[in-house]
Structure formats: C-alpha cells, structure tokens
C-alpha cells in the first residue's frame, strides 16, 4: 500500500489522538498575550507545508527547511501559483481572522494557573488512556513504519525547526577548523609524468537523475552531443543527500555520507580548502544555482545568477553556458599554474522544467509548462525535464570544447557530477528533498561523467577506467578524486576512495 495512503489511514484512526495532543501542546507552551499569535502563526505555516506536502508529496523535516531557507527569490516564485493562494487563504488567513476576532477572557494568575492545570491535566490523562488501549497495535504499527512521522502536520514540521534551530544557531561562534594543511603537489609538472599545468573543471549539476541519461540506456536520446565526446560515463552514482543544501556541502567534504552533518560542514574545511592549501591550485567557483552552500567560502566566488554577471539570460532566467564568458581572462592571468574551476548549474531544477533551456532545446513535446505538476500529465513533466537534460548535455559538450584548444599545454579534465537526482510523478511523488532512509532511488541515483584531455590522458589508462566506470561510486569519492587528480599529498588523502587512482599510470 502507498505510504500516503497508510498516513491517511492512520490520521483518521489518530485524529483523536491528535484532538487532545494539540490542546495539551498549545496550552503548555501559550499565554494570554502569546496565545493568539502563536496559534496565528502556526496556521499559517501549516498551510504552506499542507500545500507542498499535498501537491508535491515532498516532506518538511529539517534539511527541507534548511533547503528553504537556502532558496533564492527567482526559485521561490517557481513555486508560486493560484493553488497556493488558496491553499493559504482557507487554511491558514480564515481561520486565523476567526481567532483573532475571538475574544480572550482576562483571568487572574491564580485562576489562569488552575485553569491551565485542568487543561493540561485531563488532556494528558486522555493521552494517556487512549495509548494504553491502542499500544498492542500501534507500538509495533508505529515500529515498522516509522517515516509515517513525517506526515504528521503540524507537529512534524514544529519538531523539524526546533531541530533546524538547534543545529543552526545554537552552537556559538562557528569555529571552522583546518584540514590537509600538510597538503602539497607531489608532481612538480601536476600528475604523473606531464609537464603542462593542470586545468580542470569541476561541473556541479542539478537534478539530473541518472535514468534519464540516454548514455545510461534511456530509450530517448538525451545526450546526443555528449555520446560524440570521448567521455567516461558512470552508470552506478549516488548521492550524499537529496536536497542542494544537503549535497552540495557533503560531496566536497572529507566526510562520507555517513559521517557528515550540517554542523560538521560548516565547521571543517572541505576539498577546495586542501587544493588551496598546496599554493599552487588556483580556484574559482562560479554559481548559477542558489549559492555554493558554504564550500566556496574561502575561495573566488562569482554569482551568474543576473544579468549583471551573466550575459546570456532570458529574462530573469540566466543560462548555465553564461558562466564560460570571460574564462579565457582568468586562465590568461594565472598562465602556468594549476587550476580548478566550479561551474554550478541551475540544470534541472524544478519544477518550473520549461524554464531550464532555451526554446530551440524543446525536442520533446508536448511540455508542462506550469510549475503545478500534478495538473500536467506524466508524460509532460517527463518532456518538459528531459528538454533541460537535452540542454545540461549541450552545456556540457560546450564545456568540453573550451577546454579542447588549452588541451596542448595543459592537463585538461572535466568532471560532471548531479548534486541530487528528482522525482516526476512516480508514486506520487514530485521534486526532491525525501528523507534518505526513504528517498525513491529516482532522487539518490546521479548522472556523473568525466572527460580528459590528450596530456591527461597520458597519465590515466581511459581503457583502464572504462573497465569499472560501471562500479558503485558516490559523492564520498569526489573529494579525494579531486586531490588525486591534481597529485595531492596529504595525510586526508585516500587512494581507495580516488575513482582516478586505479586507472594512473603510475
């Protein structure tokens, strides 16, 4: 049975647990002048979370408030729609203008107190009576779907920022500390036997499941230009998180997916800060998604979001391929010298799919083209996201091609990893965001392929790697293939996690 349908059920066989959990709730933490605006409040939030928890089955736990709150303006007007409006007016500004006009008796402290007592009191021992009766069934029920918490609205949203908060703002001063500073570039020349600096771009997607890619056996051609290239396609990746926010900072840090939390990202230096530390890799991150999430802190940061930076926008929409204007300058400036260049896509990011590419990319017809996905038929959402793979395989390609003409008298490479994959109706679900533990594998499957030029080639074996490009990898490799590539050493470094290292010719 869908898990949707089980939450339905069972909020209908609880709603009288609820009945009595929310009084006890509110009357615990209300006061008369507090009352009110707290009750206020929590209706409006919950009909916003109501809204995307219906239209687009997404969750609200911590790392999707994290998301949110990470979320630029033009991704925010994205999910605007009349369905919201609603959504919010019935829900949320009805009730609470019947609230505001109900009139609060003014009581005593001593009567408040006794009254409050009363409230809480019988509403605990309701609680109290009704578990006891039912816990046989819904202790066990409640032990094996444990994710049905997630639907619970509003307390699992209330419970999510307190945990949000908490991770947040409530460890003091961030205090980020160092690492690989013992880091330095073993190869005088870069990797291997190679004489010409390193030149690599790192492109970091968005959305872009791996099931979409005609390079992994999709029936569409979704990579017409990219199956031109000689290119390693991995068919096996998955990611650290199912949100930016949450995958972004992960892939570039030292910790596996396992390991890392919000706190120990912002509070440790990441791969971008070791390749910093040699003083030879020269960096620069250039975002057309929302920010770098923290990574590019320490490092040039250049925000192609607008077009006062990106020059080549429709509207508001500014195109990934904007961020390759001007590079040749900066590789000009730092002639001789390693570098590592960031390009962060807006990609497939959803749902307004249509947005992502211009119109001579829309191959696919006909197109949802309305960011109410529910409204548009399956396969519409499927022709309007496939239209912005077909353009993430041309921006790719285009990346590809600068870098080709530096390939003589440098060791060129591109790296293309998605920071999450996306789901487009399956089971009800839209977008992304889902808990990991139970995150359909549309969200957590990633699209990752890498090329390498001629002097790169001469120091990794592609046959080599092409034998077990099919091999399980995720975002914990990247960190330490991104050492490995420009010849790091340092005590961070794992060789068994560098995806390149079977492949050198040492």
Known sequence: MDL???????????????????????????????????????????????????????VIDSEMIRNAMQTNL???????SWKLVVYVLLLGAVPSLIIYKIKIEKRGFKQE???????????????????????????????????????????????????????????????????????????EGGLGKAEGPELVIMVVGEAARA?????????????????????????????????????VPCMFSVFDRTDYDHEKGITTENVIDVLKHTGFVNILWRDNNSDSKGVALRVNFEDYRTPKTNTMCDGDECRDEGMLVGLEAYIKKHKGEDILIVLHQMGNHGPAYYKRYPKEFEKFTPVCKTNQLEECTQEEVSNAYDNAILYTDYFLSKVINFLKPYSKDHETA????????????????????????????????????????????????????NAYKDKEFSHDNLFHTLLGIFEVGSKVYDKNKDILYNAKKH
Not at 41 to 51: C, D, H, K, P
Not at 74 to 80: G, I, T
């Open 113 to 187: 107190l006794i009254a409050k007592t009363k409230a809480l009191g019988f509403s605990l021992l309701v609680i109290v009576v009704l578990l006891l009766s039912f816990s046989k069934f819904y202790t066990s029920f409640f032990r094996e779907h444990k994710p049905l918490r997630y639907h619970v609205n509003p307390i699992y949203w209330i419970y999510s920022i307190g945990k949000y908060t908490n991770a947040t703002f409530n460890s003091g001063p961030i205090i980020v500390k160092p690492l690989g500073e013992d880091a330095k570039i073993i190869h």
């Open 4 to 58: 949707q349908v089980i939450a339905l059920f069972i909020s209908y066989q609880l709603h009288w647990f609820w009945y009595f959990f929310s009084p006890f709730f509110f009357t615990l933490l209300s006061a008369r002048l507090i009352l009110k605006p707290l009750l206020i409040i929590t209706l409006i939030i919950s009909s916003f979370a109501a809204y995307f928890m219906d239209t687009y089955s997404v």
């Open 211 to 247: 099931d979409r890619f005609s390079l992994n056996g999709y029936e569409r051609e979704t990579n017409p230009l990219l199956k031109k290239e000689d290119i390693i396609n991995f068919s096996d990746v998955h990611s650290c998180g199912t949100t930016t926010a949450q995958s």
């Open 414 to 465: 591109m790296i293309y990893m998605s920071d999450h994959g996306e789901s487009l109706g399956e089971n009800g679900l839209y977008l992304h965001g889902m808990p990991y533990l139970i995150a359909p594998e549309t969200q957590k499957h990633i699209a990752s392929v890498m090329w390498f030029g001629g002097e790169m080639k001469k120091d990794i074996d592609t046959k080599k790697l």
């Open 74 to 80: 033009n991704e925010s007007l994205d999910l605007f």
